[in-house]
């Protein structure tokens, strides 16, 4: 069975340094999302992406957030410049058609650490 | 705006004994309603949602509109089952989940 995966699964940097979070959405799929999990908190949503361009985001999703869609099966989460307060459990979630029978498909999750 | 409580943070059952994952929103229109569950060191996965009416796992939920609540529910609890559970909602009208705090339940052999 296909899936969303995720690199890497750890990422540990420095204050202030940019930082790539990388998403393979499963090949089909047209709608993408970034939802994050500060450790001891809910799954939280960031972002969802669509046609090549954001549909929705939350509050949390501000100036130092953004996604790309740089080819055909990359999706990634760029944070500009990392603070204490990102570090959390980043995941990917894609899914396949609009409308309310189809679900989200969840990849595996990479954990931020910043230092 | 909308919400998703679980009052239970953790849950412990004996295997074999009736378990039940408590999960209320607040949503002024017609939700869809899922529960995801996270296995340790797992991802998340869809475990059921309400418009599909479908027992997985034996787990079975049901959308009470006038509780305002999706209890999750499963007659004989398995050691498997012990894992994180979240509710989550979605409007209709967007795209996002918005997920409760989640319940771990552990299950005692």
């Known amino acids: 069975e296909p899936e969303v995966t995720q690199t890497p699964s750890h990422q540990v940097t420095q204050m202030g340094q940019e930082v790539i979070l990388r998403c393979v959405p499963i090949?089909?799929?047209?709608?993408f999302y970034w939802y994050r999990q500060i450790l001891g908190q809910k799954v939280e949503f960031l972002v969802s992406?669509?046609?090549?361009?954001?549909?929705?985001k939350s509050e949390i999703f501000d100036d130092q957030f953004s996604v790309e869609r740089p080819d055909g099966s990359n999706f990634t989460l760029k944070i500009r410049s990392t603070k204490l307060e990102d570090s959390a459990m980043y995941f990917c979630?894609?899914?396949?058609?609009?409308?309310?029978?189809?679900?989200?498909?969840f990849g595996p999750g990479t954990r931020l650490t910043v230092l | 705006a909308q919400r998703v409580t679980q009052p239970e943070k953790l849950l412990s059952v004996f295997k074999g004994a009736p378990v039940e994952l408590k999960c209320n929103y607040s949503?002024?229109?017609?939700?869809?309603l899922f529960w995801y569950v996270q296995y340790s060191r797992q991802r998340l996965q869809l475990l059921l949602r309400?418009?599909s009416r479908e027992s997985i796992k034996g787990f079975t939920a049901d959308l009470n509109k006038g509780e305002t609540s999706f209890h999750l529910k499963k007659p004989f609890a398995q050691e498997e089952d012990s894992a994180m559970y979240y509710c989550?909602?979605?409007?209709?009208?967007?795209?996002?989940?918005?997920f409760g705090p989640g319940t771990s339940l552990s299950v005692i052999p």
């Open positions: 949503y002024s229109g017609s939700p869809e």
């Open positions: 090949s089909n799929h047209l709608y």
């Open positions: 992406f669509y046609n090549n361009e954001i549909s929705e």
């Open positions: 979630a894609s899914r396949e058609f609009s409308g309310s029978t189809d679900t989200q498909y």
């Open positions: 309400h418009i």
């Open positions: 989550a909602l979605r409007e209709t009208s967007y795209d996002k989940v918005i």
